[in-house]
């Protein structure tokens, strides 16, 4: 999707994309870093959290309604006043509601964030599945770690905002990585990643859905928003593995 700095028509949106996921039969949808909020920059000193939670909340009714888990991107109070996570909230059908706070900062984003200190992996519906956030993806042990405890899916959150020189450069990167982090430890890999521009930067997209052998088996383009869908064979070991 294409974030915005209006939490409202976030909001919106991605309800409007798990109704359609919903449709063609999704169990789980994961969405971009920040998704709710936008990446927002020096904004996020002033983002109303009783806003975001009360957003979030809708968003876990609907979630239970449609009978699927979605994993929204949104920052959450951090340990001390003033200080925030950059989070991606796991809201889940069954009530659960799951958090996980990014433990990889970029440089920039220590003006307004706290990394957070504890991996998230946790089981639905006889699975485990595992989240990471944008620059976590450059971080082999995170994933190794979340494999270690059984994870078969890794979702990652993404927003990847640089200048277009910069964001040509680093496309193959990008997609390098989550390759890297599928096939080094025999898991699936779903990266949602935003597209636009946003305060001059602009995302080239390239949202994937990676297999346990570093298949792309589903990629977006760089330039709209897309619904991605792929079915996972969460009993079938990865075939270098076999």
Known sequence: MSPSPDLAANERE????????AEQGARVVNFPETALTGYVFDSFAKLDL?????????????????????IVGAPQPGPKPGRLHNSAVALLADGRRLTYHKMNLVEQERAWFEAG????????EGSKLGV????????????????AQGARVIFLC??????LAEARLKQLKNLALPVARAVEN??????????????GLVNLGGSVI???NGIV????GENRPELLLAEAELAAPPLWKA
């Open 14 to 21: 991605i309800l409007a994309w798990a109704r359609r996921a």
């Open 50 to 70: 009783s806003a975001v939670e009360a957003a979030l909340e809708r968003l876990h009714q609907a979630a239970t309604e449609l009978g699927l888990g979605l």
């Open 117 to 124: 200190q504890e991996s998230l992996c946790f089981e639905l």
């Open 210 to 212: 990676v297999d346990p």
């Open 132 to 147: 990471m956030i944008c620059r976590d993806q450059s971080h082999p042990a995170l994933a190794a770690a979340l494999a």
């Open 186 to 199: 025999g898991v699936y890999v779903c990266k949602a990643n935003a597209v636009g521009c946003n305060q």
């Open 217 to 220: 088996a589903r990629q977006a």
């Open 158 to 163: 993404c927003a990847h905002y640089y200048p």
